[in-house]
C-alpha cells in the first residue's frame, strides 16, 4: 500500500528513538521520546489557492525533516509507522 498525501501534508518517516542515553543507560519503551525529526516519504501537490493555482511545496521526498513534538497524525502501514503533517507544521529541513 502507498501513502498520497492531499494538498499541503507531507507523509514522514520517523527516525528510530535512542536505545540508550549518552552515558549508556538503557532506555524502555515508556521512557523512549518520540522523535521530532524524520524523512519526507511523500508529498501533496501544495496548497490550493484562492485563484485555483497550487502553491508550491517547499520540502520534497528525501528531505530530513524536523517537526513539533504533538503535531501531526501518526499512522501505520505495513506495519511501518508514519506522521501525516500538514507542511507549516515543519519547522525546517535537516541539511548536511
Keep these: 500500500?502507498?501513502?498520497k498525501?492531499?494538498?499541503n501534508r507531507v507523509?514522514?518517516?520517523q527516525v528510530e528513538a535512542e536505545?540508550?542515553?549518552?552515558?549508556g543507560i538503557f532506555l524502555p519503551d515508556a521512557a523512549k521520546?518520540?522523535?521530532?525529526i524524520g524523512v519526507v516519504i511523500a508529498a501533496g501537490p501544495g496548497k490550493l489557492l484562492d485563484d485555483g493555482k497550487r502553491g508550491a511545496m517547499s520540502v520534497a521526498k528525501g528531505d530530513k525533516v524536523i517537526y513539533g513534538k504533538y503535531m501531526g497524525n501518526d499512522v501505520e502501514v505495513d506495519g511501518k509507522?508514519?506522521?501525516i503533517l500538514r507542511e507549516?507544521?515543519?519547522l525546517g529541513i535537516v541539511q548536511g
Excluded: A, C, F, I
Excluded at 521520546?33 to 521530532?36: F, H, T, W
Design 88 to 90: 507549516s507544521d515543519l
Design 19 to 23: 536505545e540508550k542515553t549518552k552515558g
Design 11 to 13: 507523509v514522514v518517516e
Design 81 to 83: 509507522k508514519y506522521v
Design 1 to 3: 500500500m502507498k501513502l
Design 5 to 7: 498525501p492531499l494538498d
Design 33 to 36: 521520546e518520540k522523535p521530532q
